[in-house]
């Protein structure tokens, strides 16, 4: 039994065995909302990986668009530098740096680069956040 | 229940009625761990042979609560107290007390209100509401309630302390600046489909020149019932001075209403906006109510950022804090479908 499958087996347990025979309102809430995050968590291992892979392809994909739009392109310098950033590192926190570059600069940059390259970037946290939901939910 | 807690709240209420020989009847400890621990009871005295029943809810600082970084007791407090000369129904505030040493952290007392306040979650909550819809009282005591909310004259009751916003933009400014600090202090990880959010919302904050007393959670479950009617507006953790539409768009809003076109599952649409704008004289602003519902979908990624921090700093026990960590993708999906994508 994989660490995932072990979390789904305690969850329902947890639900089924130990929850109905706790007294007490409290008590009884917090078994149940046990079983509900090790469910949960239980999924998130169980994605991890593929989730992982399919971010990290998504954001070297991004990356690599948003440094070709770059080049050349006469983009304010705190735009540049994020982008930068973001190409070397890949992660959420220099991805949040472009974003807010963007909103900073968008009369520099202008609307239509500003539209395009933000919803370049939008859909890439489209796809990330629908892998998120696949064990949030 | 923390038993230990009971005699000490009896000693405290004695020590204020100035009455001896008081006992606490009907005790009930609740919503645990949320926000600030509540206590109901009664207080049951002598004097002679007359018998005295006087019913009070008790808060206390819990010292780990959510939005305990923006709400204090004691402002809570003073918001009722300058509430309870206005028509707005409201408990009676009794006594606040700084003071650590009475029940080891600051607390208040007052009112129990008659009524109920059923959770609008549930399956027994969505039956009560619908069953009050079909009946026709309290959806318009709902609506004329927020309307006498609305048109209160807050600098005349006092509440100018909680801060008046410029006409313009500064209402919108000032809450997206509230809801980033709390976000701040969460310690999550960054999250792209937040900074884009806040990066709209202040591109495109409204501009609004009406200022009024807005609840900030306007909806079932934090509004006392009693003979269809409101006998209670509760909840005054989140008030703020400005837009009315804050409010009318978390009426609107699809989050507090599962699987029924009835708004805070109770008010017909079309009723609600004939009956609003009669009462208030202010038209709804739809595409305000659009801005702030983006603007509630920040207000939520950063409760339950909050919320999950308390459990993952070990801050709180309560488990179903570590629980709102699975509710912040769900909120960033509502963002994300707020600025289309």
């Known amino acids: 039994m994989n660490a995932a499958d072990l979390l789904q087996r305690i969850a329902k347990t947890l639900r089924d065995d130990v929850g109905p025979a706790v007294d007490g309102e409290y008590p009884k809430t917090q078994a149940f909302m046990a079983a509900v995050v090790l469910q949960k968590l239980g999924r998130e291992l169980e994605f991890a990986e593929a989730h992982r892979a399919a971010d990290a392809g998504d954001l070297r994909s991004l990356a690599d668009d948003l440094t070709r739009a770059r080049v050349g392109a006469g983009v304010p310098r705190a735009i540049d530098d994020a982008i930068a950033r973001f190409a070397a590192v890949r992660d959420a926190a220099s991805l949040c740096d472009v974003i807010e570059a963007l909103y900073e600069t968008r009369d520099e940059l202008g609307e239509s680069r500003f539209v395009a390259w933000l919803g370049r970037i939008r859909s890439t946290l489209r796809a990330q956040i629908d892998r998120r939901l696949e064990f949030a939910k | ?341």
């Open chain 2, 1 to 341: 229940m923390n038993d230990a807690l009971i005699p000490r709240i009896r000693d405290y209420v004695a020590g204020r009625l100035n009455a001896r020989d008081v006992t606490l009847e009907r005790v009930d400890r609740i919503a645990v761990g949320w926000s600030h621990e509540t206590w109901l009871f009664d207080a049951v005295w002598r004097e002679g042979s007359a018998q005295h029943r006087l019913g009070l809810c008790l808060r206390r600082d819990p010292g780990n609560a959510l939005l305990r970084h923006l709400s204090t007791l004691e402002t809570q407090f003073k918001v009722l107290q300058c509430l309870e000369p206005t028509d707005l129904p409201t408990p009676k505030p009794y006594w606040f007390e700084s003071d650590a040493a009475i029940l080891d952290a600051p607390f208040l007392v007052m009112e129990k209100v008659a009524g109920v306040c059923p959770s609008p979650w549930g399956r027994d909550g969505r039956a009560f509401y619908a069953a009050a819809a079909r009946r026709g009282g309290l959806p318009n005591s709902f609506t004329q309630t927020l309307a006498t909310l609305h048109t209160l004259d807050w600098r005349a009751a006092g509440l100018d302390f909680l801060g008046v916003p410029m006409p313009g933009k500064s209402f919108a400014q000032r809450e997206i600046a509230k809801w980033r600090e709390l976000i701040a202090v969460s310690d999550h990880p960054p999250e792209p489909i937040l900074t884009d959010l806040v990066g709209w919302l202040e591109a495109n904050a409204p501009s609004t020149d009406r200022v009024c007393l807005v609840h900030g959670a306007y909806r079932t479950g934090n509004l006392l019932i009693h003979d269809d009617r409101i006998s209670a507006v509760l909840d005054w953790e989140l008030q703020v001075l400005g837009d009315p539409m804050y409010d009318v768009a978390y009426v609107l809003s699809d989050l507090n209403r599962e699987g029924t076109p009835l708004l805070s599952n109770l008010v017909e649409r079309d009723a609600f906006f004939r009956d609003y704008e009669a009462a208030t004289g202010f038209t709804i602003d739809e595409n305000a109510c659009r801005y702030y519902n983006a603007l509630y979908a920040m207000r939520s990624v950063a409760f339950w950022m909050s919320a999950s921090g308390l459990y993952a700093t070990g801050r709180s026990n309560d488990i179903r804090l570590a629980r709102t960590a699975y509710s912040v993708p769900d909120v960033l999906d509502r963002a994300a479908k707020e600025l289309g994508y």
